[in-house]
């Protein structure tokens, strides 16, 4: 029965509670189930406590006992990464200096979560503040390899099917990387989309949220739940929210037209990795696009960016506890407390001239398609891979979808990251279900 | 004739003009006549082409000949500080540098102004690409002063009787500061409410477009056509246009509240002034209100942000013609140089706390009042005076008023200004309005 209920995917159980098949209770107690047997290995939770869970879950099936209205989300059990305040859990941000941590109140994303009727399960391993030293997870395809970073446990999570989805969020790779290594789907939207209120900050201009779930529909459906304006977060604008369950599982007037970008590092991706890429670009017939000449300074403005913005948003953990903090990400601050302004907001007023020139190319193609991750997830505990396969896209704010279609040695997952145009997520999900329904053709092949 | 032509406001004249008791023609004709008289001694024109301007007014008076709709500033003239790009004109932004420079299309403000119906009369003098350094104007009530700067040619210009309106912009006290040295009022609006799209940019936090005229009323009527969201500046979004003339023009339900600050400048501002203000507060029965401490440190975070700003944004003028720079901008430019990303950026951060607690204060009252200057204009051209006295509001991004309701040393004129809560403009014009009638009585006595 565990084995049934952990299967499901989030839309799934969804519908089963929504029709009485099956009872939030008893999903949730079935992931906890599966955490009991498979967290020792792979140790992705930060925080979970099993009576709550299902204090909760027996609040969500009361709920509808007495006929409340249910949310989309109802009974369905969610795990956030601890960066994400939760106003009943820890909020540790994966760093010693935050130790017994309190938030007196909710994220932006997990209030909209309880206001969609999923039940917060616990709250998943990240790196040292959402940056680069690895945590202890574990990849559950292999436990003496990396589930990648910052969002590991989250990843690891919904691949070890401890819960059909989690939330994490991405300022470089932290979202596409881990969903490459541990082979699930992983979805950041635009920029702006989702608030970032009560989320750890690193940098206004590059942390993005993002969702982990098995299936492209799953992470339209918890993702849809999320977009809603708040003036907290100054990148949000209020706009129409986009229908990304409605449009994004629609079928495509004719097959998706493809850019296969290489991208400045493809020299970084292994052999086997690469050959699986050019495999995969001619079965599906796509061309092959050069990225115009500006993205090959994309990675430096990103840096320079990115170490102003944590040389600003860690000086207190700088300050009162450096000796604490990783030689890493040491480092970085150390690095971006010597930034000029005047290259920081150089690099900042590259941006929008970045966006466009892939505003410009995506008219002619529905996504770009290219290497989510160098390589399968790297057999080293120490690290949690390179993240320079997302920094292009994390920088312009563009959406992005990990989709777990290839096989590399040993079988280990290889993710295919497709791209859509900066505010276009309905389109690009209603690609990514186009391509991994093809996909899973051609896996079979 | 002339004068009564140039002796009307803009609302007036406009009025005048579709019920066809004047033509455009005639009213520009006669602001041309006058500017002819005075601008000998003033010198308020960087560009003025008697012949296009005359055009102008008679396809206006052409269009209405025909029966075409009317904008609300049908034939109106108006003078534009020569900073705002002008399809059909130079701008040359009060540099040597831009000596002859073309642009190829008008800026978002003056193509509003077109379409509101309006006649752009001319390019009026700024500053040193709008920073301090003076150009040639002259103040017209003792050409031996300053008029104040940047916006020096709009202020004086409009002082003069030689149009009814100019459009001017504030980076620091650009606006308020030339309209109380000569004497009209001046309109910086709230950050983000007009496009700053084909204006020069010094910096992005702090650049306002701002309005001078002779009377509240007008103030606020070309202010409520320069009201369009706009995505190309970044400052601005999509909200419901407010209502400055339907709102402004109303009557208070009760005599407005003010809260008179000294603010921390008070010590600058000389005792002339000192003594008038203290006496228009006793008499306008307001509560004096001290700022509350973060205020200490406001003019430095200007300051931090000013500096890396003007680096950046004149980089290329920098590198190419250093030495045709005056030496005050020199050293802002590269004291900004060296500024480091993490100053600038806890400076930016900042803003919002600062805006949150002049919106906390202004709970209690219907505006700040506070000197626009330090004094009447210094009897010195080598200078455009102290933007000390607006600084603060200008760095909140909240919107000003300045009121020439003082009156100084050998009857020069001393300006009140007056602060609204952010995205309140509305209720600051009103408040102006019933101000500037109140102030009129009060100077009668």
Known sequence: MTDTLTALSACEAARAIRRREITS???????????????????????????????QAKARDGA??????????????VGIKDIFDTADMPTENGTVLHAGRRPAEDSMVVALLRA????????????????????????????SRTPGGSSSGSAAAVAARMVPLTIGSQTNGSVIRPAAYCGVVGYKPTHGLISRAGVLRQSLHLDHVGVFARTVEDAA???????????????????????????????PPS?????????????QADSDARAAFLEFKE???????????????????HRTILEADLA????????????????????????????????????????????????????DYDAILTPGTTGVAPADLT???????????????????????????QGLPLGVQIIGRNNDDARLLRTARWLSLWGGNFRGK
């Open 25 to 55: 209770t008893a999903l949730v107690r079935a992931c906890l189930d599966r955490i009991a047997a498979v967290e020792p290995t792979i140790e992705a939770w930060a925080f979970l406590d099993p009576d709550y869970a299902t204090v």
């Open 64 to 77: 509808q006992a007495e006929g409340e209205p249910l949310g989309p989300l109802h009974g369905v059990p």
């Open 116 to 143: 969609a009727g999923a039940v917060i399960l616990g709250k998943t391993v990240t790196t040292e503040l959402a940056v680069y030293s690895p945590a202890k997870t574990r990849n559950p395809h292999d436990p």
């Open 221 to 251: 459906s918890v993702a849809q739940e999320l977009i809603a304006y708040d003036p907290r977060d100054p990148a949000m604008r209020p706009r129409p929210r986009p229908l990304l369950m409605e449009l994004g599982n629609q079928e």
């Open 255 to 267: 097959p998706p037209r493809f850019a296969f970008i290489k991208s400045p590092f493809w020299d």
């Open 283 to 301: 079965r599906l017939q796509c061309r092959e696009v050069e990225l115009p000449l500006p993205f090959a300074k994309a990675a430096q403005v």
């Open 312 to 363: 600003l948003s860690f000086s207190g953990e700088y300050q009162h506890g450096k000796e604490q903090l990783s030689p890493t990400l040491r480092a970085m601050i150390e690095r971006g407390q010597g930034t000029l302004a005047t290259d920081y907001n150089r690099a900042v007023g590259s941006i929008p001239e970045l966006r466009r020139a892939l505003d410009d190319l995506l008219r």
């Open 383 to 409: 690290s949690t891979g390179s993240p320079i396969f997302c920094t292009i896209w994390t920088l312009c704010g563009v959406p992005a979808v990990n989709l777990p279609l290839l096989r590399g040695p």
